[in-house]
């Protein structure tokens, strides 16, 4: 039962993701919960008004930071300062971001150091820490340690299945060919996503003229200062921009199957990527690089196919092999709708919290 003389606070950015989103819902369900949405980047006024909460209101007993929030130190301080339990959802590490994954640094620059530094107070400062799978649980206990009075939950990504299967395919989008296999991806052109391998097995297949990649993410001409531009102008690919949550999912459900991650990063082998969930929830088989917490749930050939991070050269086979073996991707594509309720319905998460 809820215990009405405590209350647990959540501060979230007003953009929603959607771990973000299904972690409010899951404490809404279980605990007294009172929301509270700032601007991005956090401002003055508003961190005065959370300070004031912090004093004021007895009996918010608990501060739950979901990410990115967790970057404002101040607010992290002001809770400790007023003996508040602290939620850290340790969800994305900025230092491996930027060092590890994206390169933009120098791990001995000022700006790492900054990074690692907000990564080891968001540890140091949580009484209880949320981790979205094993490997980034140990990844942090390596690199800022984790004491072990700590309270540890991994908690998984999730998705609302009940609102994915809501969302019906109406929006008109001449791209998805009903005469064509339509394989659709959708992401950042970050390394962990490894998109430069997508193109390159599509210029591999690109005699087939029957087949189709639609890529949603960010401009073509940003992704021409990361890749070969003359493979980017194959014929069969289609570039679309960022489109919204809802309408993604349509994206999804319109085509034949969908690609996962294929960066050959470490932060790519600790992930298990929304997106894959996303489409697997729609009833879609993703072909995917694998990673050790991926296979702890997903068994290849059985819900989903997985290939080898970073070879093109691989993934195109296994688009092939998908393609000619339709009675295989029918029964995955069963499989994969059952393993997504069974253990990532946002659902679950108010049981683990």
Sequence with gaps: MTDESKKILIIKYNKDYNRNSNLVWAFLQKCNTHVLTVSQPITLAEKIDIFLKFFIDKKITTILYLWPCNTSLILLLGAKLFKKTIISDCFVSYYDSAVNDRKICNKYSIFAIKQYILDYLNVKAGNILFFDTHSHKEYF?????????????????????????????TTAVHIFSKAKINIFWYGSYIPLQGVEYIIEAA???????????????????????????????????????????????????????????????????????????????????????SNDDMQKYFTDHEDIIYCEMANAYDLANKITWLINNPKALSAIQINASKKITKYFDKKILSDII
Aim: proline residues 4%; contains cysteine.
């Design 203 to 289: 210029s591999l297949l690109s005699a087939n003229t029957d087949i189709q990649f639609i890529l949603v993410g960010a401009s073509k001409e940003k992704l021409k200062t990361k890749v070969n531009s003359n493979i980017i102008e194959a014929s069969n690919i289609n570039f679309l921009e960022r489109v919204p949550y809802n309408i993604l999912l349509e994206y999804i459900k319109r085509s034949d199957f969908c690609l996962g991650i294929f960066g050959d990063s470490d932060k790519a082998k600790r992930v298990i990527p929304n997106k894959i969930l996303d489409c697997m929830a729609c009833g879609k088989v993703v072909i995917t690089g």
């Design 141 to 169: 206990a390596n690199t800022f340690g984790i004491s072990p009075k700590k309270i540890i939950k991994v908690l998984p990504v999730s998705v609302d299945i009940d609102y994915i299967n809501k969302i019906q395919p």
